[in-house]
């Protein structure tokens, strides 16, 4: 990946009251430390500052910066942001010495999650646990991000950091013996339900159809004998009583 450059100005001037005359310039004040060198202030165009700021690379990349003619390769440290304006009120860089391992926060790219057995075969929806991993490398090893590979995910099932495939000299900063999750697949809770509707439904057809169909038969009386012969009997004593009057 092609280094990313910045262009910083020398600092003359420090105090609050220095750096709200810069703001109002359109100058962001900034330090850099760090390495051999005393740390200095520096200032930067604020414009350009927000522009790069967009670019993910920027936060978690090896930067140039142009300083007094000189090209010095930094790390993006901390932003101080206005609480309620798009302003950047202060940046700090990090001199990068070659020889001495890093720690870095980078990004993750999750990928193959739509061809995982969680999100193909059972409708899950994988959630992204956290969104950048803190790593130490020498700097030439650093990465602008790692890769995520979520094709083998399953649903109820996390994808824990010791499982993300690092690239070669670069180490997962953990606190112990905790391993945190970074990804994991959930059947939403409506999917869930509808199945078990579905399910109960179809149990209560298989349990309509094993019923004998007694319909399509005399009805039983309560003396459990079937209706049409208790019926007759009946007819046959009106009949009786009749043919008792006429005599």
């Not at 005359?21 to 100058?27: D, E, Q, S, V």
């Not at 999750?110 to 992204?128: E, L, T």
């Not at 349990?207 to 005399?218: K, L, M, S």
């Amino acid at each position: 990946m092609a280094s990313i450059e910045f262009t910083a100005f020398a600092r003359t001037t420090e105090g609050r009251g220095a750096s709200r005359r810069m703001r109002r310039l359109g100058k962001t004040p900034g330090i850099v430390y760090g390495g051999t060198g005393a740390p200095a202030p520096i200032e930067l165009d604020h414009n350009a500052l927000i522009h790069a700021l967009r670019n993910e690379a920027f936060h978690s990349s090896i930067l140039t910066m142009k300083l007094n003619g000189d090209a010095t390769k930094v790390l993006l440290r901390d932003l101080q942001m206005h609480p309620f304006r798009h302003e950047v009120l202060h940046v700090d860089f990090q001199r990068v010495d070659e020889n001495r391992k890093i720690h870095m926060k980078v990004p993750l790219h999750f990928v193959n999650a739509d061809i995982s057995p969680a999100v193909k075969v059972s409708g899950a929806i994988v959630s992204h646990v956290i969104n950048e991993l803190a790593i130490v490398c020498l700097p030439k090893d650093l990465p602008g991000f790692i890769e995520v590979d979520l094709s083998e995910l399953d649903t109820g099932h996390s994808l824990h950091v010791s499982g993300v495939k690092l690239p070669p000299g670069v180490t997962a900063v953990l606190h112990g013996t905790l391993d945190p999750v970074v990804a994991t697949a959930v059947v939403p809770k409506a999917i869930v339900e509808t199945e078990e509707e579905v399910a109960a439904a179809a149990a209560a057809a298989e349990g309509a159809e094993a019923v004998p169909g007694e319909a399509a038969g005399a009805a039983p009386t309560a003396e459990g004998k079937p209706a049409e012969a208790t019926a007759g009997k009946g007819g046959e004593k009106k009949e009786a009583a009749k043919d008792e009057k006429k005599k």
